[in-house]
């Protein structure tokens, strides 16, 4: 079995609950040096050093005992599809963008959710491609891709660029779009060309009372 080492620390004890792990390592250079980590996606969060195993021990059982009342809590408030869990761990807030689709935050990371079923209808075929499926969402992780949701929530009138203490009219929706001309160009360019095409076609009705003039 392979050893897992993180910083010079031995990783001998681990627990996980839902999307979130929890581990103890003993310090391979010092003697009596123990620590506690969150152990999420491949990632070591908040160690907690002490000099005693049975303090790390304790505290191992702790986080994992205090990761597990906030999930059930969470699930006895959960309303609707709300996800209980996310590609980037535990969730610390949950808000619902619309039905079905989640902005989500965890003690690390977070993004966008959506399920499954109701992205594939709101979303382009460009758009989805820009965030990955797991557990019946297609999520957008926030340093990127969920700039690409958020964008297409605005153009369909899901969601309205906020004007407040941090944003002026206007620049929220500039940042977005700049975002997404940095990392997505390919999506940016297919939007462009299909907004414009829409501009671009003429209702029926009008069609036919012009061929009537």
């Known amino acids: 079995m392979e050893i897992q080492m993180n910083e010079g620390y031995i990783i ?10 929890f581990v103890l390592g003993v310090s391979s250079s010092i003697p009596n040096m123990y620590v506690t980590w969150e152990y999420v996606n491949g990632k070591y969060y908040d160690g907690r050093y002490t000099g005693s195993m049975l303090s790390a021990k304790r505290d191992l059982l702790s986080r994992a005992t205090n990761a597990l009342e906030r999930m059930e809590r969470k699930k006895q408030q959960k309303q609707g599809n709300e996800p209980e869990f996310t590609p980037w ?5 949950c808000y619902e963008l619309s039905p079905g689709i989640f902005s989500v935050s965890t003690p690390s990371h977070g993004g966008i959710m959506a399920e499954a079923s109701i992205a594939k209808k709101i979303f382009s075929k460009e758009a989805v491609a820009c965030g990955f499926q797991e557990n019946g969402y297609i999520c957008f992780e926030e340093d990127c891709a969920a700039t690409v949701a958020i964008r297409e929530l605005m153009d369909r ?6 004007v407040n203490e941090y944003y002026n009219a206007g620049e929220y929706s500039s940042m977005i779009d700049d975002s997404i001309r940095r990392f997505y160009p390919d999506y940016w360019q297919k939007r462009e060309k299909r907004l414009s095409k829409e501009s671009n076609v003429i209702p029926t009705k009008k069609k036919n009372r012009e061929y009537e003039r």
């Open 157 to 162: 009138g899901i969601y309205q660029a906020p």
């Open 89 to 93: 761990g535990e969730i610390s807030e």
């Open 12 to 21: 001998i004890d681990s627990i996980y609950i839902g999307g979130s792990g």
